[in-house]
């Protein structure tokens, strides 16, 4: 099977940053994209920023200019760099690899557990 493994949440002042990180586990052969949702108490989860493995980015506007989303495709992971923090920012963030192919289970995709960050002061 596949884990997604986040960390990198916690509370931060406005204006602040924070740095998430979400590694991928398994037995991966390749997967499509990796990318990072978020869900806010009674809302729905929206898309925050996705990379796919040839590098394409895609971006809320919400957060463009704000976050910057990178990856490592050779240790399965992907980053999310948060700078310029809102209280409109908080959330639980959940990531996302999209497009897995993993050996002898085939295609498909995967949600990680969710870390919270909270923005306040």
């Known amino acids: 099977q596949v884990q997604l493994v986040e960390s990198g949440g916690g509370l931060v002042q406005p204006g602040g940053s924070l740095s998430l990180s979400c590694a991928a586990s398994?037995?991966?052969?390749?997967?499509?994209?990796m990318g990072w949702y978020r869900q806010a108490p009674g809302k729905q989860r929206d898309l925050v920023a996705t990379i796919t493995r040839s590098g394409n980015t895609n971006y809320a506007d919400s957060v463009k200019g704000r976050f910057t989303i990178s990856s490592d495709n050779a240790k399965n992971t992907v980053y999310l760099q948060m700078n310029s923090l809102k209280p409109e920012d908080t959330a639980v963030y959940f990531c996302q690899a999209r497009g897995v192919v993993v050996k002898d289970i085939g295609m498909g995709d995967y949600w990680g557990q969710g870390t919270q960050v909270t923005v306040a002061s």
């Open positions: 398994g037995n991966i052969f390749t997967y499509y994209a």
